[in-house]
């Protein structure tokens, strides 16, 4: 959290002297205010998938909730897609877009409005939380430090992606044991 306020610290500094780039400012502002959030939070800043989550009272079936909660990340998921299928029209509108911030004196300012919102929907997938277990879908521990990996399944309690297409109240796969079939 400190070094988050420190770097909205020296964008306000840099502001102040005679350097006046906005791009370096934006991202300044951005990135003291990501390491802020990281620190206040203690980890990563959880999305939730569903309002009122509790866990269940038996932890191998899929409930109501957790199938909305489900349905919810198939939507940001494609969502995610969606974005890095746009990256070539992102390009063009960089290409269309840099003339005119470098009449501006902005050049830097290109990447912002391209990286940003790819940066805000793919963040969303991927700090989702599970409707589940509550732990991060796609982190690798149940610290808030932790990292992420692209799964199909959440690694602390083994509910699938695609679990929203079983029966209500029916055990996922990843719970049944191999020799109870």
């Given at each position: ?9 020296g964008?306000i500094?840099?502001?102040w002297s005679?350097?006046?780039d906005?791009s ?12 802020f ?6 980890g990563?800043?959880l ?7 509790h866990?269940s ?5 899929v409930?109501d909730t957790q199938r909305?909660?489900l349905?919810?990340?198939?939507v ?7 974005a890095?299928?746009t990256v ?5 509108l ?19 409005i ?8 793919n963040?969303r ?19 808030r ?23 209500l109240g029916a ?8 020799n109870?079939?």
């Open positions: 959290m400190a070094f988050g306020i420190a770097n909205i610290i964008v500094a840099s502001l005679s350097t006046r906005m370096l400012a934006i991202g300044g502002f951005l990135i003291g205010g990501t390491w959030a990281f620190g206040f939070y203690g990563l800043p999305v939730n998938t569903v309002h009122e989550w866990r009272a038996n932890p191998h079936e409930t909305k909660g349905l919810v990340m198939r940001r998921r494609w969502a995610a897609w969606a890095w299928a070539p029209g992102f390009f063009l960089g290409f269309l877009l840099a003339p005119v911030l470098i009449r501006l004196g902005q050049p830097g300012l290109v990447v912002l391209i990286g940003i919102p790819l940066a805000i929907i963040s997938y991927l700090l989702s939380r599970c409707p589940r277990c509550g732990y991060g879908f796609f982190a690798r521990s149940t610290h430090g932790a990292m992420l990996a692209l799964t199909r399944t959440c690694k602390h309690c083994g509910l699938g992606l695609y679990a929203y297409k079983e029966r055990a996922t796969r990843q719970d049944v044991a191999p109870s079939q």
